[in-house]
């Protein structure tokens, strides 16, 4: 759980990124932008905050932790949209597009 709530809080961090642009007659008419910090870290946030549900479900972990659960599980997928480019939210402004 710990590391998912890391995992989930470093996915605003962790910067790998690249963009491209086509221009026409220099004006920009596309710019495609990935991030693959997280869209590294999503999918190990969401697998995390499943796997920290399940033990809630099995009874083995306090109920608080099926909050926290749900917290990382919305994190990650936060995480691979963000990386995707489908939601422009770019805390540290390194988004050209």
Same mark, same amino acid.
């Given at each position: 759980?710990?590391?998912? $709530?890391?995992?989930?809080?470093?996915?605003?961090?962790?910067?790998?990124?690249?963009?491209?642009?086509?221009?026409?007659?220099?004006?920009?008419?596309? &710019?495609?932008?990935?991030?693959?910090?997280?869209?590294?870290?999503?999918?190990?946030?969401?697998?995390?905050?499943?796997?920290?549900?399940?033990?809630?479900?099995?009874?083995?972990?306090?109920?608080?932790?099926?909050?926290?659960?749900?917290?990382?599980?919305?994190?990650? $997928?936060?995480?691979?949209?963000?990386?995707?480019?489908?939601?422009?939210?770019?805390?540290?402004?390194?988004?050209? &597009?």
């Amino acid at each position: 759980m710990l590391v998912g $709530l890391v995992l989930a809080a470093g996915g605003f961090i962790l910067e790998v990124s690249y963009h491209t642009y086509r221009s026409e007659n220099g004006v920009v008419v596309d &710019c495609d932008y990935r991030n693959f910090g997280p869209l590294l870290v999503g999918p190990v946030a969401v697998v995390l905050g499943l796997v920290t549900l399940a033990r809630r479900r099995r009874g083995t972990s306090p109920a608080r932790d099926a909050a926290l659960g749900l917290v990382i599980v919305a994190a990650g $997928l936060l995480h691979v949209l963000r990386g995707l480019g489908v939601i422009d939210l770019d805390l540290l402004g390194n988004n050209p &597009c």
